[in-house]
């Protein structure tokens, strides 16, 4: 099998996975408090991570890391998993799986105007054109397609949809510069996350053990939304000729997340969300394509 055939299969497994995030979210939302889900899914996330270091033979390099990576990783650990899917989950918990799934798959928009203040980077007329287009979709899928009203939707949850798009843009910032092993870097960072999630668990709710019906979800989530996917598609673009070319195909994963949320939970997906997730994409594929032929980094999508 070639490095392509490989890296395409990797990409669609990638993808298949991603897609079936939002669906999950709202499955083990109606056994399990926002709280509760975050504690579980992330110790079964960290667990299914240590595992992959450990069968990898990269365990032993722990004890060559240097103090910045630790106190890297304890950084990124506050971000993703604890702020981030804190926030995520509740946006969840709160709005339709739609809304919550296309307003976050807009971080690229958001991390593109980040990088004015905090990389002190010029918005280019296109990157500003793109940001337009994309921000209109998010105007379109809050309002449902009013411009004017938030109206039978929880201003909350919008709020912390949006917001999510802030904490994975500066986690995506903090992590882009770094020497570290990703895996590596990554399982530390969720062990540190847990620790900030148990220490929040016991101060502020109380622990439930899941019903049975919610496992499933939770495996999901832990296993495939948070842990071995990432491992996957990093695994893909380090087989691939050609990573802009992978990364193209991880833009049909909201739709499919939409086609998903529709089939298995029964979720009548509204026509505004559909065009303004259209619009979300095509700004950011818009800046994608010019950052490219300009040979800045990728902002490749997750999610």
């Not at 270091?53 to 890297?72: E, N, P, W």
């Not at 010029?122 to 938030?150: E, P, Y």
């Not at 491992?231 to 990364?247: E, F, G, N, Q, Y």
Request: proline content about 4%; hydrophobic content about 55%; cysteine-free.
């Amino acid at each position: 099998m070639s490095n392509t055939t490989k890296a395409v299969i990797l990409t669609f497994l990638a993808i298949i996975f991603w897609a079936g995030a939002a669906t999950a979210f709202k499955l083990a939302l109606k056994h399990l408090s926002p709280p509760n889900l975050l504690f579980y899914s992330v110790l079964i996330s960290a667990l299914a991570l240590s595992l992959i270091v450990v069968f990898s033979g990269k365990a032993l390099h722990l004890l060559k890391m240097d103090r910045q990576f630790f106190i890297h990783s304890a950084i990124a650990g506050f971000l993703n998993p604890f702020l981030y899917y804190t926030i995520l989950f509740k946006a969840y918990d709160l709005l339709p799986g739609q809304l919550a799934m296309a307003l976050n798959y807009g971080w690229p928009v958001t991390l593109t105007v980040l990088a004015v203040p905090l990389l002190k980077q010029r918005l280019t007329v296109i990157q500003g054109i793109s940001v337009f287009i994309s921000f209109t979709g998010a105007v379109i899928i809050a309002t449902r397609g009013s411009f004017i009203s938030l109206a039978g939707v929880d201003n909350t949850g919008i709020f912390l949809a949006l917001s999510s798009t802030l904490v994975w843009a500066i986690y995506w910032l903090i992590n882009t510069k770094d020497k570290y092993d990703p895996v590596l870097k990554l399982m530390v960072s969720f062990l540190f996350g847990f620790v900030y999630i148990l220490v929040s668990q016991v101060v502020f709710d109380e622990l439930v053990f899941p019903a049975q019906e919610s496992w499933p979800a939770l495996g999901y989530i832990g296993l495939f939304e948070m842990g071995i996917t990432f491992v996957i598609w990093l695994t893909a673009l380090k087989v691939t000729p050609s990573a802009a070319r992978i990364s193209n195909l991880i833009y049909i994963t909201p739709f499919l997340s939409l086609l998903a949320l529709f089939l298995i939970i029964g979720e009548k997906i509204f026509f505004s969300t559909f065009v303004g997730l259209v619009l979300i994409v095509s700004g950011i594929l818009m800046q994608e394509l010019y950052s490219r032929k300009k040979r800045l980094p990728d902002q490749t999508i997750r999610e």
